[in-house]
């Protein structure tokens, strides 16, 4: 049983990781399709915790969707927490 609770928690960092991915990729979509000068393109793909996609965007399907992506990203970053502090403690359930 724990093995497997393991397992889950090992491969949810590989989900976010991918999920990371997938949320650089679509801030650069939709960067490149609003019509904005430069700055405010790089502003929206590199600024941390996507501030730039909320302060120059306005709220659209896409924002919708990368909302949904956030709160993935956020589920499965803190089941992968979870997998460290099980390391970190050294925990013997057995």
Do not use: E, T
């Given at each position: ?85 099980y390391l970190r403690l050294g925990v013997n359930i057995i």
């Amino acid at each position: 049983m724990i093995d497997v609770i393991v397992y889950i928690m090992i491969q949810s960092f590989w989900i976010s990781l991918f999920l990371l991915l997938v949320m650089l990729i679509l801030r650069c979509y939709i960067a490149m399709h609003r019509k904005s000068d430069m700055k405010q393109s790089l502003l929206i793909i590199f600024l941390p915790f996507s501030s730039g996609l909320y302060v120059y965007k306005p709220y659209d399907k896409y924002m919708k969707i990368y909302q949904r992506l956030v709160v993935l990203q956020f589920i499965f970053m803190f089941m992968a927490s979870l997998y460290l502090i099980y390391l970190r403690l050294g925990v013997n359930i057995i």
